[in-house]
């Protein structure tokens, strides 16, 4: 993703809540790439969508259309499997965001186990980087997933913000300042070891400024929230209201 808001920081829209609003009924509407150009329209730097192995929301289908029709860098979500390997060196998107995944599971629960996946982590991150794919691995802010992410070759990590959020969402004061410390400290380690730092997973227009303050974090990358707020007040607007609260903090306004 290459255009900057503030000092480098980035927005991704994910949008595969588009499709599952979709799938509830079957046929194309909504429509997720009309989604994906209005959110660029609002400002998104790039498109994040994630391909699951049961497919239930973004479909290949999606892929194929993204692919071929955004104007803007698509980040391709997905689990580290020969399946989904095969399908990102098919179409080439400019990262991939490689993620913990599980059936039963509502949305993605907790960040990827690099330390345990190291090998056949190593070797589709290996794959995806010949290909001139950029590799992001979704990890939770801890010493030891940093540390284990550089060494299998990733060249960003995305810093799981679920547990802040909850915590931000239970009203627990101390509990949300001790996950922005996890998340401040895994950030700035994550750069020393010299990975570039997304972060993601949760943020709403109340919990978006802390993560924006840490200078380490180069893009968020922002789903639910947003395109549930679309159905308050259209998607365009709700990223230009988030682009706003993100630039603000950023700029030590907010
Ligand atoms: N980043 C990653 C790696 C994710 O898996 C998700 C959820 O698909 C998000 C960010 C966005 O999370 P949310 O939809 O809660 O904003």
Do not use: W
């Not at 609003?21 to 046929?27: E, K, L, P, Q």
Request: hydrophobic share 45%.
């Amino acid at each position: 993703m290459n255009s900057i808001i503030g000092n480098g920081l980035r927005l991704g829209v994910n949008i595969d809540h588009v499709a599952t609003i979709r799938n509830a009924r079957g046929g194309r509407h909504p429509d997720p790439l009309r989604a994906a150009h209005i959110a660029i329209e609002g400002g998104a730097d790039g498109i994040t969508a994630h391909l699951r192995e049961d497919r239930r929301h973004i479909s290949d289908f999606d892929i194929d259309r993204l692919k071929a029709e955004l104007t803007r860098p698509l980040n391709l979500e997905m689990a580290a499997t020969e399946e989904m390997l095969a399908i990102s060196l098919r179409h080439v998107p400019h990262a991939c965001c490689l993620v913990p995944e599980r059936r039963e599971e509502r949305t993605t629960e907790g960040g990827l186990d690099v330390a345990g996946g190291g090998e056949r982590l190593a070797k589709v991150i290996g794959e995806l980087k010949n290909a001139g794919i950029r590799v992001s691995l979704f990890i939770e802010a801890d010493e030891k997933a940093i540390e284990a992410s550089a060494r299998v070759g990733a060249d960003i990590v995305e810093l799981h913000t679920g547990a802040y959020c909850d915590k931000a969402l239970a009203n627990d004061i101390a509990g949300v300042a001790s996950e922005l410390e996890r998340l401040k400290r895994g950030a700035a380690l994550a750069k020393a070891e010299g990975l570039e730092v997304h972060a993601g997973h949760g943020l709403t227009y109340n919990t978006v400024e802390a993560v924006a303050r840490i200078k380490e974090v180069q893009e968020l990358n922002i789903g639910h929230f947003l395109i549930g707020e679309a159905v308050f007040g259209g998607l365009k607007a709700s990223v230009q209201h988030m682009l706003s609260m993100m630039l603000a903090a950023r700029n030590g306004a907010g």
